[in-house]
T-cell receptor
Framework: AQSVTQLGSHVSVSEGALVLLRCNYS??????LFWYVQYPNQGLQLLLK??????LVKGINGFEAEFKKSETSFHLTKPSAHMSDAAEYFC???????????FGSGTKLNVKP | DTAVSQTPKYLVTQMGNDKSIKCEQN?????MYWYKQDSKKFLKIMFS???????INETVPNRFSPKSPDKAHLNLHINSLELGDSAVYFC??????????????FGEGSRLTVL
């Protein structure tokens, strides 16, 4: 069975500070891993994904995430937060060759001026 | 030119009523989904259709009935609405069933409130 745990339902950072959103997963097979972002009153949009290959993946808006198999983690980072980054972020996992996604409960990022 | 569009965006109704939410995608994708997002923001898959064929049917009450008249449309009909059905329902699509692209495209959500 697969599951996703996002530590911290709310994270608050100052503009310009490092953003770190944590995601741990459990999977019985090599996983595909994703981060999605949800702005208020909108659907989710893909930020980045890991399927195979390089474990450090870069996404849109300066975000990146690193797949660490030994830690079963896929934490999302951004060196310098911008006000426009304020949103809800969801980590998701799916099994190879299946489009069944399991989502974490989300982390709301607040960016202070 | 919205890729995945769902209607209505907001729906307020009484317990016991029947309601439908419609979803259409213009991306040419083969696979469509319904997800339910509860008040704690948990997103859980309900159904998935690939080329009009049901492929995922999670443990969902049979008051919920999806219908896919063609691969560009996936509608959700809910009978005898209950208070616990209040949530945001998201339609999504993906290129195909194989998972090779690994990306879901979401609609903006339909917020259902049952009074």
């Amino acid at each position: 069975a697969q599951s996703v745990t996002q530590l911290g339902s709310h994270v608050s950072v100052s503009e310009g500070a490092l953003v770190l959103l944590r995601c741990n997963y459990s999977s019985s097979v090599p996983p595909y891993l994703f981060w999605y972002v949800q702005y208020p009153n909108q659907g989710l949009q893909l930020l980045l994904k890991y399927t195979t290959g390089a474990t450090l993946v870069k996404g849109i808006n300066g975000f990146e995430a690193e797949f660490k198999k030994s830690e079963t983690s896929f934490h999302l980072t951004k060196p310098s937060a911008h006000m426009s980054d304020a949103a809800e972020y969801f980590c998701a996992v799916s099994e190879n060759n299946f489009n069944k996604f399991y989502f974490g409960s989300g982390t709301k990022l607040n960016v202070k001026p | 030119d919205t890729a995945v569009s769902q209607t209505p965006k907001y729906l307020v109704t009484q317990m016991g009523n029947d309601k439908s939410i419609k979803c259409e995608q213009n991306l040419g994708h083969d696979t469509m989904y319904w997800y339910k997002q509860d008040s704690k923001k948990f997103l859980k898959i309900m159904f998935s259709y690939n080329n009009k064929e049901l492929i995922i049917n999670e443990t969902v009450p049979n008051r919920f009935s999806p219908k896919s008249p063609d691969k560009a449309h996936l509608n959700l009909h809910i009978n005898s609405l209950e208070l616990g059905d209040s949530a945001v329902y998201f339609c999504a699509s993906s290129q195909d069933w194989t998972g090779n692209t690994g990306e879901l495209f979401f609609g903006e959500g339909s917020r259902l409130t049952v009074l």
